[in-house]
């Protein structure tokens, strides 16, 4: 079993649809990312978080320690949005490193 | 303020040969860490450097090396290419470990033949 596990692999959404990601793991962090990555391969860190909430633009970002959970929210979907979406955690006591391990990521297609 | 950049883009090599990859992090960052990328393995952690030491090797073999140098740029070797090595290979820089946001290049796609 993976330490990080992301639901769904596969989204198609209609533009203007709210989406949600979800992230689970099983061990202890320090700080969970959510990443974007389009196609041709370049990745953009969308946020890090290490508790509560966080919000840029359309996209909010929260996590729960206690369960474990982590969900990335996009609101008001636009066709641009469309990219694999990528969860990676810090583990707890590792230091401040940007070790990570990532989830398989969401494959998010926004249709016009 | 110019991004991580890493050179090349794409490269083609062959089984048994050596490859070095390039990372120039984003101006004042000290901190550069490399992934690798496969269809099947996904996304994982290789090694991470700060101030030109290695802090932190993920689970590849031995054939994997890195350094990192004064002016903070990193590059990576492999040594005796094998096909499982055809991926794309990410570095990525921040500030400081684990603290400050890290900033991804672009990636070289490595395709060994």
């Known amino acids: 079993k993976n330490e990080v596990e992301q639901s769904p692999q596969n989204l198609t959404a209609q533009e203007g649809e709210f989406i949600t990601i979800n992230c689970s793991y099983s061990v202890g962090i320090s700080a969970l990312h959510w990443l974007q990555q389009h196609p041709g391969g370049g990745i953009v860190s969308l946020f890090m978080?290490?508790?509560g909430k966080k919000k840029h633009g359309r996209l909010i970002a929260t996590i729960n320690i206690q369960e474990k959970h982590s969900s990335l929210h996009i609101t008001a979907s636009h066709p641009r949005d469309s990219a694999v979406y990528i969860c990676a955690v810090r583990l707890l006591g590792g230091g401040a490193t940007n070790k990570l391990i990532f989830g398989t990521g969401t494959l998010l297609a926004v249709q016009p | 303020k110019a991004g991580v950049t890493q050179t090349p883009r794409y490269l083609i090599k062959t089984r048994g040969q050596q490859v070095t990859l390039s990372c120039s992090p984003i101006?004042?960052?000290?901190?550069v860490s490399w992934y690798q990328q496969t269809p099947g393995q996904g996304l994982q952690f290789l090694f991470e450097y700060f101030s030109e030491t290695q802090r932190n090797k993920g689970n590849f073999p031995g054939r994997f090396s890195g350094r990192q140098f004064s002016n903070s740029r990193s590059e990576m070797n492999v040594s005796t290419l094998e096909l499982g090595d055809s991926a794309l290979y990410l570095c990525?820089?921040?500030?400081?470990?684990?603290?400050?946001?890290?900033?991804f290049g672009q990636g070289t796609r490595l395709t060994v033949v």
């Open positions: 101006s004042g960052h000290r901190s």
């Open positions: 978080l290490s508790s």
């Open positions: 990525a820089s921040s500030l400081v470990s684990g603290v400050s946001e890290a900033f």
